[in-house]
Structure formats: structure tokens, C-alpha cells
């Protein structure tokens, strides 16, 4: 299979900066996507990576290097409803969306 | 524009019973997948359909049924429930196939159906 790896959970304060890394195989990528999802509730599209760099969107930017086959999301000036689950979600060769376990941030005041 | 709706929200099954998931979507999307998300295994794909008419597995397929005779809806049935399959159930659509590239389709997804069987 096509191993996706996140961190399980994460805390870190109102205000602040976080930063939740992905890492896949290299074989056969084709695109990487997070995914926002708030517990009890549907994910939610965050961004998309196909090349490498930041892409940045608001307090969200999501950074790939497809040679390292790593990408992270870079959350700032945290809010409280920031809390929830970050999926990372990768597309291998013409397939579909292979999601990793999903990262559970926690906000602190 | 409701988007992509599920019913039933919540359900409790005993073994044995049979039941289905209904995923409708007014956004006139060609796929359609379903999803199942158990703790500490992320989500994964069960069944998926390219159009009206067609369907093909996923993951894992084992232990249920789709259809898709209608484009804007998509059935997951459980034919003989097993408590393995309690989990959280979640229905997507997207316009086209998310194949990558430069401009992939997003998937959006439903409420979710959160499943117990005891």
C-alpha cells in the first residue's frame, strides 16, 4: 500500500503558529489535499499540492517537496474553532484519494 | 443547494439485520464514493461509482452492496450486518474522477451515517 503517516495529535495555543506534517512514499504521486474535519462533522477542503513550494491561503498555507515525499500544514494565529482533525489525503498514480489517519489539533487558551 | 445529504444520520443494527445507507447530492456530479472511518485507520473507500448505472470496489468492498440507478443517488446496502462494521459511514461526490494534476476535483462529502452493530 501506499503508506501516509501524520502525527495522531497535536496541541498548541490560541494565538500561536502550528505546523502538522505529512510524509508518503514517493511511488506513483499525483497530487496531496488536506482536509479539514471538525469532530462529528464531514471533511471539509482545505488545499491542494501538485508542485513543489507554498501555496498560501489565509491564516492556512500547505507546503510539498515531492522529492522528500513530505508536505505540511502551517496553521497561524490560531482560533479555538481551529480545533479538529487535519487529513492528509494523497492521489497515486490515476487512482483515488489514499487518506492518511488524520492529525487531532487541540487549541488552548 | 443542499449539497451531499445522508439519512439516516444515526442507526443501531443487531447482527444479521440488512439495512441501506442513502447518499443524495444536487450538485449534478458524475462520482460518487462511499466511505467508511474507524479510529486509527483514517478513511477508507468501500465502493465508488464513475456515472448512472455503474459502480466498482474500493478497499474495502467485502460485506456490502451499492447502486446507482439514479445520478444524484448513490446506496450503500449491508446485507447481513457483522459488528466489524460499526463505524462512521461518509458519502462524497466530485465532478470528475480526482486523477491529480494540475486541477484536481475536490470530493465533498456528506454528514455522515454513524453505524452500530451489536
Known amino acids: 500500500g501506499q503508506n501516509i503517516d501524520q502525527p495522531t495529535e497535536m496541541t498548541a495555543t490560541e494565538g500561536a503558529i502550528v505546523q502538522i506534517n505529512c510524509t508518503y512514499q514517493t511511488s506513483g504521486f499525483n497530487g496531496l489535499f488536506w482536509y479539514q474535519q471538525h469532530a462529528g462533522e464531514a471533511p471539509t477542503f482545505l488545499s491542494y499540492n501538485v508542485l513543489d513550494g507554498l501555496e498560501e491561503k489565509g491564516r492556512f498555507s500547505s507546503f510539498l517537496s515531492r522529492s522528500k515525499g513530505y508536505s505540511y500544514l502551517l496553521l497561524k494565529e490560531l482560533q479555538m474553532k481551529d480545533s479538529a482533525s487535519y487529513l492528509c489525503?494523497?492521489?497515486?498514480?490515476?487512482?483515488?484519494?489514499?487518506f492518511g489517519t488524520g492529525t487531532r489539533l487541540t487549541i488552548i487558551p | 443547494n443542499a449539497g451531499v445529504t445522508q439519512t439516516p444520520k444515526f442507526r443501531v443494527l443487531k447482527t444479521g439485520q440488512s439495512m441501506t445507507l442513502l447518499c443524495a447530492q444536487d450538485?449534478?456530479?458524475?462520482?460518487m464514493y462511499w466511505y467508511r472511518q474507524d479510529p486509527g485507520m483514517g478513511l477508507r473507500l468501500i465502493h465508488y461509482s464513475v456515472g448512472e448505472g455503474t459502480t466498482a470496489k474500493g478497499e474495502v468492498p467485502d460485506g456490502y452492496n451499492v447502486s446507482r440507478l439514479k445520478k444524484q443517488n448513490f446506496l450503500l446496502g449491508l446485507e447481513s450486518a457483522a459488528p466489524s462494521q460499526t463505524s462512521v459511514y461518509f458519502c462524497?461526490?466530485?465532478?470528475?474522477?480526482?486523477?491529480?494534476?494540475?486541477?484536481?476535483?475536490?470530493?465533498?462529502f456528506g454528514p455522515g451515517t454513524r453505524l452500530t452493530v451489536l
Open positions: 489525503a494523497v492521489i497515486f498514480g490515476n487512482e483515488k484519494l489514499t
Open positions: 462524497a461526490s466530485s465532478y470528475s474522477m480526482v486523477a491529480g494534476g494540475l486541477s484536481p476535483d475536490t470530493q465533498y
Open positions: 450538485m449534478n456530479h458524475e462520482y
